[in-house]
């Protein structure tokens, strides 16, 4: 099931959960209040790309691929 959640990043409303019943929950909040950063998985790769890493494991450890 799908939930209302803070976006990390800009603060605005997004949704967590298995993505069957985001128009449900997304459909009470107005549109200028919603999330519109990058998915999290675009974020990531644009971050690991940037550091050269390719997980957070990796960068935790100090290794590199």
Same mark, same amino acid.
């Given at each position: 099931?799908?939930? &209302? $959640? &803070?976006? !990390?990043?800009? +603060?605005? @409303? &997004?949704?967590?959960?298995? #993505?069957?019943?985001?128009? =449900? ?8 209040? +919603?999330? $519109?950063?990058? @998915?999290?998985? =675009?974020? $990531? @790769? &644009? ?6 890493? @390719?997980?957070? !494991?990796?960068? !935790?450890? #100090?290794?590199?691929?």
């Amino acid at each position: 099931m799908c939930r &209302t $959640t &803070t976006c !990390l990043y800009c +603060r605005k @409303t &997004t949704w967590s959960g298995c #993505g069957n019943h985001v128009d =449900q929950v997304m459909r009470r909040v107005p549109n200028n209040e +919603r999330c $519109t950063c990058a @998915t999290v998985s =675009q974020r $990531t @790769t &644009t971050r690991d790309k940037s550091s050269g890493a @390719t997980g957070w !494991l990796n960068r !935790l450890f #100090g290794r590199s691929a």
